[in-house]
């Protein structure tokens, strides 16, 4: 459990840094340079998410379950992760009526995300992993909204139709193929 505990320590750390060391970060870009920086936060990130994915897989078959997910809730888990994946794909695109009206639509897709997959799973490595980075998520949310004051200004229809196709196509891709590829959980059997 302790690998998967530093994985999210590092990866939601260095996601963490803008929230709670904004001067230091703008300190460390000065220094390093933007690409110095990004290379030194995709390190972290990469090297946070792998001991997640390994302390994770370590974890899950030795945890207690606290809790069963009735049998219909994966049904409205899947339309939860829909939504989230049309909103993590807004969130990358220029401002359509998804983003103007969420205004941090990634945050908000990760918030659906965390919450989807507690529904689900009821065991200690699950609610350690996905309720840490809700509540990173939740706060970061505030975080961000307290940054910025200005609304975003909508642009065309055509990012939202974009997040919809691709995140449909994603989604669809995910439950399909790549849930069971890449975490060993097939979704749809």
Do not use: C
Not at 25 to 35: A, Q
Not at 60 to 69: E, I, K, M
Not at 141 to 150: A, F, K
């Amino acid at each position: 459990m302790w690998i998967l505990i530093l994985g999210l320590i590092v990866f939601l750390g260095i996601h963490s840094v803008q929230m709670l060391a904004p001067r230091w970060r703008e300190d460390m870009i000065v220094k390093l340079g933007n690409n110095g920086w990004r290379g030194l936060y995709s390190v972290f990130s990469l090297g946070g998410l792998g001991l997640i994915i390994w302390g994770f897989s370590e974890a899950r078959p030795d945890v207690p379950d606290f809790y069963y997910a009735p049998t219909w809730m994966p049904h409205l888990v899947m339309v939860l992760m829909l939504i989230s994946f049309v909103f993590l794909i807004a969130g990358n695109l220029p401002t359509g009526y998804i983003k103007a009206r969420l205004k941090h639509p990634m945050i908000t897709g990760v918030i659906i995300w965390a919450i989807a997959h507690l529904m689900t799973n009821g065991d200690l490595a699950s609610i350690l992993l996905f309720g840490s980075i809700l509540i990173w998520a939740v706060l970061n949310r505030i975080s961000v909204e307290r940054r910025s004051s200005v609304a975003p200004v909508v642009t065309s229809i055509y990012p939202d139709i974009i997040a919809l196709v691709v995140g449909v196509g994603l989604w669809m891709l995910m439950l399909h193929v790549l849930h069971g590829m890449l975490i060993g959980v097939e979704v749809i059997a």
